[in-house]
């Protein structure tokens, strides 16, 4: 008898045997689709960037300059930032 025989089969043989049967016979594992698919999200990430000037803040100053707002709504805003929102003509 050959050595690399175990049973009449080869080792590979035995083994592509024994994984077929995990496959056809073996307990199947039943995953929540919608869970698994919100663990496959990747989480938010948030990067947050520290700057001397607030760009809103300057861009809505720039476009005051060129015309005039209709309905203020940048005004809470600029409080919030802490700045007098500027008085219209």
């Known amino acids: 008898m050959d050595k690399d025989t175990v049973g009449g089969s080869t080792p590979g043989e ?14 199947m594992e039943a995953k ?6 919100a663990r496959r999200v990747s989480p ?5 960037i520290r700057t001397e000037r607030d760009p809103i803040l300057e861009e809505t100053a720039v476009y ?13 805003y600029l409080k919030a930032a802490g700045r007098k929102p500027e008085e219209h003509d």
């Open 14 to 27: 035995s083994l592509e045997q024994a994984v077929a049967e995990q496959l056809e016979f073996g307990h």
């Open 64 to 76: 005051r300059n060129m015309a005039e707002e209709v309905d203020d709504r940048y005004d809470a």
């Open 44 to 48: 938010p990430y948030v990067v947050r």
């Open 32 to 37: 929540d689709p919608e869970e698994e698919a």
